[in-house]
């Protein structure tokens, strides 16, 4: 080949990013909701772990929240749909050889326009994360700086993360942005509710999503301290 068409390392480079890692990184956005709860069903199953499981069953009523939230807004119009949004890269699950697809996402919950099934799924499975770790802020703070560090890491990086997939999916054409935006909110909403019902079905031990130490006053554990104060004889 003449030296005038050889390619340069630089678009050698490109070539490699557009090609097979642009694709990676689509298909594990396009799985991503369903192999978060494949992974904390296995992770649950393997800890048995009590946080774990409260997880995977607040994973199940998001699911079913979006069932109901676009049952409500469906039977009235479906909106928020773009040009794209029966494309393969805007469809949830895992695919078979012959092109069937199976999603948990779209079984449990139910496609729609909106809200977006994967953006309110992701939105409210980090924001109760989040807000669960908030609960157990004394421990971390007692247990080390680098855990409180890390954890306003996990903000920051769950937050970068949720403004990527609105990117993607508005960037694929798969829903408009103001569905996408309503979503996020919606996700917000949700998953804070979650956190709280949790707490008052299985106590702060059932949000415990990082598995540390617990503090108990002794009224958290059943022992009262009392205090006898002076006699005024």
């Known amino acids: 080949m003449p030296a005038l068409f050889e390619k340069t390392l630089f678009e050698k480079i490109v070539e490699v990013i557009k090609g097979p890692i642009l694709q990676l990184c689509v298909e594990a956005l396009r799985l991503l909701p369903d192999s978060m709860v494949l992974g904390i069903a296995i992770l649950a199953g393997l800890s048995m772990s009590k946080s774990m499981a409260v997880l995977l069953f607040t994973m199940f009523e998001i ?5 109901a939230l676009s049952m409500i807004i469906g039977g009235i119009a479906p909106v928020g749909a773009k040009e794209n949004v029966l494309e393969g890269v805007c ?21 729609s326009m909106f809200p977006s099934p994967s953006v ?3 939105t409210s499975t980090l924001t109760y994360m989040l807000l669960a770790m908030q609960n157990f802020g004394r421990e971390i703070k007692s247990l080390s700086n680098d855990l409180s560090v890390r954890t306003s890491i996990a903000t920051v990086l769950s937050t ?46 059932g949000v ?4 540390i130490p617990m503090i108990l006053s002794s009224a958290e554990r059943g022992k009262p301290m009392y205090v006898c104060a002076p006699s005024d004889n």
């Open 208 to 211: 415990n999503v990082l598995n």
């Open 63 to 67: 699911m079913l929240s979006q069932r």
């Open 120 to 122: 309110f799924f992701i």
């Open 160 to 205: 970068l993360f949720i403004m990527f997939m609105i990117i993607f999916r508005y960037t694929y054409g798969c829903e408009s942005f103001g569905t996408l935006l309503l979503s996020v909110i919606l996700g917000l909403v949700f998953g804070a509710l979650f956190v709280y019902q949790n707490i008052g079905l299985f106590g702060r031990e």
């Open 91 to 111: 469809q949830t699950g895992f695919l078979y050889p012959n092109m069937m697809r199976i999603s948990l996402i779209e079984t449990i919950g139910v496609p």
